[in-house]
T-cell receptor, first 113, second 109 residues
Framework: NAGVTQTPKFRVLKTGQSMTLLCAQD?????MYWYRQDPGMGLRLIHY???????AKGEVPDGYNVSRLKKQNFLLGLESAAPSQTSVYFC????????????FGSGTRLTVV | KNEVEQSPQNLTAQEGEFITINCSYS?????LHWLQQHPGGGIVSLFM???GKKKHGRLIATINIQEKHSSLHITASHPRDSAVYIC???????????FGAGTILRVKS
């Protein structure tokens, strides 16, 4: 039972490069979320998805795109990375009817130089 | 002002001490989570509270809905309790999860 798996765990990018972070869950959860965690701040929601083929913007969506082509996967893309996107990224998922049962991944530490 | 405030931001304790971490919020909520994040690790849910008190091993969480305040207590603290403890509230409307900035706890042996 893997839960929520994030890949990669670490990445260093140069300004302007692109990359995709993958979140995979094996719990058949409908809802999936991408957050970023910055020092001194709480986790902030970037984008989320309430089901396969649907995505929506969160609090801080600028500079990111997402896709949910399969129910188990939620991809976060950075088209042109900026130093301000240096952060730790967390994915989370939950069942549609379970407002309390969030499962988090182990995070991806991204540095943009 | 953040909707969820935690105190203290940093806490250092000696092994065996009783620890309290506080969380205050300014919005209507349907539930509150206490989460634990170990260095370099993922986030794990410790408790979900909507009223009263919950206990799991040496951890106790309480919530006062009227005062919009929750506390996480650790009894007989141990170095393995060293982690970041995060309070997160589930908003009453919209089912949005709002996070506190976290409390960095270090327990020294």
């Amino acid at each position: 039972n893997a839960g929520v798996t994030q890949t990669p765990k670490f990445r260093v990018l140069k300004t302007g490069q692109s990359m995709t972070l993958l979140c995979a869950q094996d719990m058949n959860h409908e809802y999936m979320y991408w957050y970023r965690q910055d020092p001194g701040m709480g986790l902030r929601l970037i984008h989320y998805s309430v089901g396969e083929g649907t995505t929506a913007k969160g609090e801080v969506p600028d500079g990111y795109n997402v896709s949910r082509l399969k129910k188990q996967n939620f991809l976060l893309g950075l088209e042109s990375a900026a130093p301000s996107q240096t952060s730790v990224y967390f994915c989370a998922s939950r069942k549609e009817a379970d407002y309390y049962g969030y499962t988090f991944g182990s995070g991806t530490r991204l540095t943009v130089v | 002002k953040n909707e969820v405030e935690q105190s203290p931001q940093n806490l250092t304790a000696q092994e065996g001490e009783f620890i309290t971490i506080n969380c205050s919020y300014s919005v209507g909520i349907s539930a509150l989570h206490w989460l634990q994040q170990h260095p370099g690790g993922g986030i794990v849910s410790l408790f979900m509270l909507s009223s009263g008190k919950k206990k799991h091993g040496r951890l106790i969480a309480t919530i006062n809905i009227q005062e919009k305040h929750s506390s996480l207590h650790i009894t007989a603290s141990h170095p393995r309790d060293s982690a970041v403890y995060i309070c997160a509230v589930l908003m009453e409307y919209g089912n949005k999860l709002v996070f506190g900035a976290g409390t960095i706890l270090r327990v020294k042996s």
